[in-house]
């Protein structure tokens, strides 16, 4: 039995899929023969970054500049896509934002970015999927939250309450639409990964950084964005996670192992 995934005459949305773990699940979307809508938030290469993954892979693929903390932009842009594509099967929520501050300086505005992009977002995406679904009476939606190990443990030396907790709630926020949304085939899931190497870590202090490695990762390295962008796939792919809703899968390395 062949298990490659095989996303040929699919579309898919992903926010945030201009760079970092984002970008690598976009990337591999389209590897596997899918179609793909970037959101992007102000990046001003990501046009060009989209039309280099059609170009390479021979797929469609475009960005969108939206908000995803604004509900009907992204309900337009969403629209945009399934009009432009005929369709979309699947949604990868990864836009997300930290603040990183000691808790005595946290200030509402911070609450305010971090949990509209966390937070609102997602939920944003997720309910503009599953109208469009629901409206075109399309079977088999899958949406991937991408949450973080942060939804269940915090650390001693990073200090990000609003990112911490925000992640908490998207992971909460999924199980309780996979089960409204039980009945209507579409499936919802959080993809909680550990330390990756991306934009996020790039500007941590490497004395820091070399700690998490050492003393937090079993496997002693941070995940490189494609490790990630396998479980998105998976959880994605009808034929592979069929049976998975609800529930966060976590790629950390066995950072929480201990
Ligand atoms: P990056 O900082 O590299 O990229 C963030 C992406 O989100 C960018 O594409 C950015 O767009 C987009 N974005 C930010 N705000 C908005 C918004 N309001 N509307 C639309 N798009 C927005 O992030 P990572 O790749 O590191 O992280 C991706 C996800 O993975 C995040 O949810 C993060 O919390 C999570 N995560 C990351 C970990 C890590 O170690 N890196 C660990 C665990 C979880 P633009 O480029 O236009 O600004």
Redesign the pocket.
Known sequence: MPINFDFSGKTYIV????????LAISEAIAEAGGNVGV?????KD?PDIAAGIAKKYNVKCEAWK????DPELVKKTFKEIDEKFGQVDGVVA?????VVKDAIDLTKEDFNSVY???VF?PFACAQAAASLWIEKQYKGGSVVF?????SQIVNKKIHQVW?NSS?AAASSIVKQLAVEWADKDIRVNALC????E????SHMDPKLLSWQKDELVPLGR?SQ?KEQAYMALFLLDNKFSSYCTGQEYFVDGGAQAW
Do not use: E, L, W
């Open positions: 926010t945030g899929g201009n760079r970092g773990i984002g959101i992007y938030h102000s990046a990501a939206c908000d995803v903390g990864n836009a997300g934002i930290s509209s992009t966390n977002g991408v949450s973080s190990m942060s990112y992640k990964p550990g330390y990756v991306t934009d996020q870590t941070f964005p």
